[in-house]
C-alpha cells in the first residue's frame, strides 16, 4: 500500500496542540509577512520557528513553513534570508511559489541534508509542461492547483517527475485560482496588497468579503470538499492530500482529520470506503461556515 501522506495547515498557535494531536503526517505554517493573503489573523513569525518545530517533531510530525508572497527584487533578500532561516530552524521543508527563489534556495542553500521544496498551489502548475519546468527549478513536490479538474489530475499525475498533493478540502475563493489575487494589478497597475481582490464595481476589497455595487455579498465564504478524489486514490500517483478544516474549535480541527484519515486509509487498503459516507454525513456539523461538496464541479 503506497503511504499517501495527509497534510494540513494551522494560521496561529491555538491549533498547534490540535494539529499535532490529530493523524496528519504534515504541518503548514504561513510566516507573517511573507504570504499572498493578509487576512486578520495571528500568522506566525520567524522567531517561533524553533519551538514549532521542535513541538511538531516530538509530535513526529513534519512542519513546513510557507513563504509564496507576491517577491519584488526590493524584498528579495528578506525572502533569501527567510529560507535560510527556515533551513536553520531544523523544519522538514519550505512552501513557496517564486520559481526563482525556488532556484535559488536550492542552489544555495539545501545541499546538506534532507529536505523538500514544495511549489505552492499559486505556482499554478496545471499540466505536463508545467510539472517538467518546476523539476528543472529544483522542486522536489508541486500542490495542483485547487480547482483543478479530475481528469487533469488524472492525466498529469502518470509520469509525473515530482510528487503532487492535492487540496481536498477547505475554505477557499471559488474564483479561478490565482487570477483574483492579481486583479488589483489589472485594474490599478500596481501590486496586490496581499489579500486585497477587486470588487464587481472596480473597487478593492478585503480577501474573503466581495461585494457588490449594491453592498449585497458577491459570494458566501464556505468549506469545499471533495470527497470523489477519496475513490480515485489508489488510482492517482499523488504523494499528499491537503485537508484544512475550518473548525471553530481544536476538537473540530482533529474531528474532520480523523475522518479524512480513515476514510483514506480504508480505501487505499481496501477500495472500500463507508467512512466516505460518514464523512458526508458528519463534516457540515464540524465546520461553522456552510460545506460544499462539489470542490471540483466549481
Known amino acids: ?25 504534515g504541518i503548514y505554517i504561513p510566516l507573517s509577512g511573507l504570504v499572498n493573503i493578509r487576512w486578520k489573523r495571528d500568522f506566525f513569525s520567524q522567531n517561533q520557528l524553533d519551538d514549532l518545530v521542535a513541538a511538531a517533531h516530538r509530535a513526529r510530525k513534519k512542519l513546513y513553513p510557507v513563504i509564496n508572497g507576491q517577491i519584488v527584487e526590493a524584498e528579495l533578500a528578506i525572502y533569501r534570508d527567510a529560507a535560510r532561516r527556515i533551513y536553520a530552524s531544523g523544519a522538514d521543508g519550505l512552501v513557496l511559489g517564486d520559481p526563482g527563489l525556488l532556484a535559488w534556495v536550492r542552489e544555495n542553500i539545501f545541499l546538506n541534508r534532507e529536505f523538500k521544496l514544495i511549489a ?5 502548475a496545471r499540466t505536463s509542461e508545467d510539472l517538467s519546468f518546476w523539476s528543472s527549478e ?5 500542490i495542483l492547483p485547487r480547482l483543478q479538474s479530475l481528469s487533469d489530475i488524472s492525466d498529469i499525475s502518470c509520469g509525473s517527475p515530482l510528487e503532487l498533493e492535492l487540496f481536498v478540502h477547505g475554505l477557499i475563493c471559488p474564483v479561478w485560482e490565482g487570477v483574483s489575487c492579481l486583479w488589483p494589478k489589472a485594474a490599478f497597475a500596481e501590486r496586490a496588497d496581499w489579500g486585497c481582490c477587486v470588487s464587481l ?13 449594491d453592498g449585497r455579498p458577491f459570494w458566501t465564504p464556505q468549506v469545499y470538499s471533495d470527497l ?12 499528499s492530500i491537503k485537508v484544512i478544516p475550518a473548525a471553530a474549535t481544536p476538537e473540530a480541527f482533529r ?32 465546520s461553522p461556515l456552510p460545506v460544499s461538496f462539489d470542490l471540483r464541479r466549481l
Open 1 to 25: 500500500m503506497r503511504n499517501i501522506e495527509l497534510i494540513t495547515a494551522i494560521n496561529n498557535v491555538s491549533f498547534l496542540e490540535a494539529a499535532c494531536e490529530s493523524p496528519a503526517d
Open 120 to 124: 505552492s498551489s499559486s505556482a499554478s
Open 138 to 142: 529544483g522542486a522536489d513536490r508541486v
Open 201 to 213: 464595481d472596480g473597487q478593492k476589497a478585503p480577501c474573503t468579503q466581495y461585494s457588490q455595487a
Open 228 to 239: 470523489q478524489i477519496l475513490r480515485l486514490l489508489p488510482e492517482l500517483n499523488v504523494a
Open 255 to 286: 474531528s474532520t482529520l480523523d475522518l479524512w484519515r480513515k476514510a483514506m486509509d480504508q480505501i487505499q487498503t481496501s477500495g472500500q470506503g463507508p467512512f466516505v459516507n460518514e464523512l458526508e454525513s458528519v463534516l457540515p456539523g464540524l
